[in-house]
Structures are given as C-alpha cells and as structure tokens.
C-alpha cells in the first residue's frame, strides 16, 4: 500500500496527517521539534489542541527513517526554500507535494517553481484550496485542488490523498492553483483592514471584488488558465479567507485596521507574499494596486486612510 509522510507537524499538516491516518493508509507525521511529547500525549497541544491523533498515526522526529514515497511538505512558505536545500538527497525522487500559500521572497518564486529548482528530479506537486486545519481536523467537509503539471501524476496523487472529509479535484495548472492560494492571502489582510478600520462591507466586498482581478491579471500573464482562478483554489479560497476569523490574515488585517498589533510568532503567509508579488508585479510592469496598497501598510510607508485615499482616486476606467 502507498504510503504517505507529512512534513512538518503545524497546525494544518497535523490536521492533513489525521485526515489521511483516518483512510487506513499507513500515514507519518514528521516534527522537526516536540514529536516525542506528541508521541506520549497523542496530541500536537502546540498547534492544534484538543484533538486526538489516530492511534494509527506515526509521529517522526528523524526524517531519515522515512520510506514513503509521497511526502506533503507542510512547512510554511518563507522556509521551504530551506528545507528543501537542507533535505536534498532526502527529497530526490519522491513525490513532492507542497501543502504551502505564499511567493518565496527571496526568490519570487511559488512552492512548486521552487521545489524543481532545488530538486529537479521528483514529482512535484501543490495541494490548495479552502480549509481551515480545525475543520479538516474537526471531521468537516472540505473540497481543495491538488494540481502537478503531468495529469497522470495529478490524477494519481488525488486519488491517492482524498479522504473521507478532503475531496480533492485534479488540475495540472500549478501556477493558477498556487498564485491564487498565496495572492488571496493579501486580499484577505485587506479585507480585514477595511473592516477592522470600520469601512463596512461593501468596501470588503469592493477589495475582495477588484482584489481578485488583480490575482487574474498577474496569473494570467504568469499563464496560468483564468478557469483556474474561478475555482476552489483561488476564488474559493479567496472568499473563505475574506470572510472567516478564523483566517490569521484576516485577523492580521483587523487587527492593523483597528490599530492593535498581532502575536508575532503567528504564521500569516500574506505578509511576504504581499511584498514578494509588489515587487514582481514592478519588474513585470503589472498594475495591482490593492497588493501596492497592502505592501506599503505592511512595511509601515502608508496609513490605512492614505492607502484608501490612493484606491478611490485612481482615474476612473471600465471594469
Ligand atoms: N492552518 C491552516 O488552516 C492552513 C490551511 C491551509 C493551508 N495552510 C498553509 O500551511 C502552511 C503551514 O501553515 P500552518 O498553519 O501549519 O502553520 P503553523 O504555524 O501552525 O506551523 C508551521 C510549522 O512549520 C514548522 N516549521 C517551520 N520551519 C520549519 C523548517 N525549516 N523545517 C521544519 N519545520 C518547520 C514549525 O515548527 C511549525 O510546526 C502555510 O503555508 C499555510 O498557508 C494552513
Ligand atoms: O489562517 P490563514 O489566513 O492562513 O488561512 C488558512 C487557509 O489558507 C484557508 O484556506
């Protein structure tokens, strides 16, 4: 039988590795640090509390061990680079399936571009779409898009990684599905902005709106298939994001709209990405003005109010 390693035991490769453990297929979960506690406890109490790992789950600190051929890599964006370099010869030859949102700021690049240039020889793969680590890990319904460029290889992995409650749809638009999952990030800081600043919900609706045509224009150009960008991966994710405070980009965005500060030790994928595509859409001459706007907060070089100011004069044009 297949077997499966997750990589990276946070909050949503935990609820990833309970879901896939549930199935019957021999699952492992690899923790850089904390496996022996997770082991003794049947708990991740650090991620994701409250939640009983199956008694079929195998918890990892030694990466080594591991024989699967399919490895989920659930380590957040900024440090898949790094891990990859660091896990080379490990990583040669498997199945790679980034479970990460996000564009690497150091190189721009999204999970899967970056994978292959570190590892060439492998299967690469993204998994992405709405879903919250509580839901999946709570047993809830959830639907995501697993994409890898050969449709053997996306059919294959979405069959072999669907779960009683994870339906997965197959896509061989890697750039599509990526570039909506690490852009709905930035919009989802925006949305949160407005409505933590008291702007209302129509300017949520407004930001969410124009914000995903800014994901269209820039992944279309990167020549992704706008079809891509209307399903769950990009527009699916994008409204759940926007709308849910379980969202830590939403909560970020709140958060800064209210003026408050946020714990610094949470993962929000959105603030890099944000500054990662501000800098891409430059070089490429792209024009998204909500991502400008949301880098520009970020980096503290505009207010709330000046970032709104400069949306609503902008010349008019057709939509
Ligand atoms: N939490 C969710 O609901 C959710 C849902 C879908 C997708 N995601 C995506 O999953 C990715 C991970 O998010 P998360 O919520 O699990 O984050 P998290 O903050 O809960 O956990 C991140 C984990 O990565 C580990 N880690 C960090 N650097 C590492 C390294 N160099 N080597 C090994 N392990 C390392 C940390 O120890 C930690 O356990 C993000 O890109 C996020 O966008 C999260
Ligand atoms: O908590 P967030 O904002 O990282 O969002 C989690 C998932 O990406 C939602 O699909």
Request: with cysteine; aromatic share 2%; charged share 15%.
């Amino acid at each position: 039988m297949n077997s499966i390693a997750v990589l990276g035991a946070g909050a949503f490769g935990t609820a990833l590795a309970i879901s896939l453990a549930k199935t019957g297929k021999p699952v492992t979960l690899w923790a850089r640090t904390g496996g022996a506690q997770m082991q003794a406890e049947r708990e991740n109490t650090r991620r994701l509390a409250g939640v009983r790992l199956p008694d079929t789950l195998m918890i990892s600190d030694g990466l080594e061990t591991i024989s699967a051929q399919t490895w989920l890599l659930a380590v957040p964006m900024q440090q898949l680079g790094q891990f990859c370099h660091q896990n080379v010869d490990l990583l040669r030859g498997r199945d790679l399936v980034a479970c990460c949102k996000g564009i690497d700021l150091a190189t721009q690049l999204g999970p899967v571009a970056l994978m292959r240039r570190i590892i060439p020889d492998a299967t690469h793969a993204v998994l992405s779409g709405p879903s919250f680590a509580v839901d999946i890990a709570a047993n809830l319904p959830t639907a995501l898009t697993l994409a890898s460029p050969e449709p053997k290889d996306a059919q294959r992995l979405r069959d072999l990684l669907s779960t009683q409650n994870i339906r997965l749809y197959s896509s061989v638009d890697c750039t599509g599905v990526e570039l909506g999952g690490a852009l709905k990030n930035v919009i989802a800081i925006a949305a949160g902005l407005a409505i933590g600043a008291g702007l209302g919900d129509s300017a949520r609706a407004a930001l969410m709106t124009r914000g995903f045509a800014e994901v269209t224009r820039l992944a279309q150009h990167l020549g992704a298939d706008p079809a891509t960008l209307a399903g769950l991966s990009g527009f699916g994710d994008l409204v759940l994001t926007c709308t849910s405070q379980k969202s830590r980009n939403f909560t970020l965005g709140l958060a800064l709209g209210a003026g408050e500060k946020m714990p610094d030790h949470i993962t929000v994928e959105g603030v890099a990405t944000a500054k990662a595509v501000s800098n891409m859409a430059q070089s490429a001459q792209i024009d998204l003005p909500i991502v400008h706007m949301i880098a520009a907060i970020l980096d503290r070089k505009a207010t709330v109010a000046q970032a709104m100011d400069a949306l609503l004069s902008r010349p008019l044009k057709p939509e």
